[in-house]
């Protein structure tokens, strides 16, 4: 585990435990849980799914045309904090 093998892909490459511990066991099983769980759920998420697909929809020329001021960043926030704010012109 400490020396890795193949190329690197990232600096998170870099991050590598030097053991397993009790710890990572517990996060291990942690993640499978919430797996299966997220499994479980499938049927009745795919059922809401069909129906919300199914159901009324709305064209985009029914949503109101937003006005300059809607379209600007709010005050005081950076857009560099929300890169994509600028994208709308």
Same mark, same amino acid.
């Given at each position: ?14 991050? /590598?435990? =030097? /053991? ?19 499994? %479980? ?5 795919? =059922?809401?799914?069909?129906?919300i697909?199914? %159901? #009324? ?6 949503? #109101?045309? #937003? ?8 005050? %005081?926030?950076d ?6 704010? %600028?994208?709308?012109?």
């Amino acid at each position: 585990m400490k020396k890795g093998a193949g190329r690197r892909s990232s600096p998170l490459d870099d991050i /590598r435990p =030097d /053991r397993w511990t009790p710890q990572l066991t517990q996060e291990l099983l942690e993640l499978l849980w919430v797996l299966e769980a997220t499994l %479980g759920l499938h049927p009745a998420l795919s =059922d809401l799914l069909t129906r919300i697909v199914a %159901g #009324p929809v709305f064209a985009a020329d029914d949503l #109101p045309v #937003p006005q300059e001021a809607e379209r600007r960043a709010p005050a %005081g926030e950076d857009e560099d904090e929300h890169p994509t704010l %600028g994208l709308i012109e």
